[in-house]
């Protein structure tokens, strides 16, 4: 981990979707949640264009409903593992929306946020199982991370991601090694 929470084997790509989290707030909480843009397509540019602000509207119908978001997450897993990061993990990314964990509210104030590149209706593939695997034990090795969840776990009557492909058997037999 590079100084500013920044990873050193990520590609980093700035999003201004992002601020200073609360001072003495202690970085406890890992978010899964996927993505694909259009949805079910995978290995465009739609995820970075819409977490730096530059989706347009035109290049696909879905577009024009969430061009205007001022979205981001930390981290996104392509499909063949490789990593991106889009907010330093010092900073406030916002990913989770109206959500509350262990009776605190607005979750991107003590989270951090790694999306997954797919959706509900598709099984993650094995390179992005074993960047995630490594990525959390990175992240557990510099923040005080209490627990990893799902998007769908801090906003159960929003969302569903990861989805019921998401493997949690595999963090669980990561976490016993």
Request: glycine content about 8%.
């Amino acid at each position: 981990m590079l100084p500013g929470g920044i990873v050193a084997e990520a590609e980093f790509i700035p999003s201004p979707n992002r601020d200073v989290r609360p001072e003495g707030m202690p970085t406890e909480l890992l978010v899964i949640h996927n993505i694909s843009l259009p949805p079910g397509e995978y290995g465009g540019n739609g995820i970075r264009e819409l977490f730096t602000n530059q989706l347009q509207a035109g290049d696909h119908p879905y577009y024009a409903s969430i061009h205007t978001l001022k979205v981001s997450a930390h981290f996104v897993i392509r499909r063949e593992g490789e990593l991106q990061q889009y907010v330093s993990c010092e900073a406030r990314a916002w990913h989770a929306g109206l959500s509350q964990w262990r009776g605190k509210e607005r979750c991107n104030d003590f989270s951090i946020g790694i999306e997954l590149e797919g959706c509900d209706d598709e099984a993650f593939t094995a390179a992005q199982y074993q960047r995630l695997c490594r990525l959390i034990a990175l992240l557990q090795h510099h923040y005080p991370i209490r627990d990893i969840v799902g998007h769908s776990d801090i906003a159960p009557t929003r969302k569903t991601d990861p989805g019921p492909y998401f493997d949690w058997k595999i963090l669980a037999q990561f976490k016993q090694q």
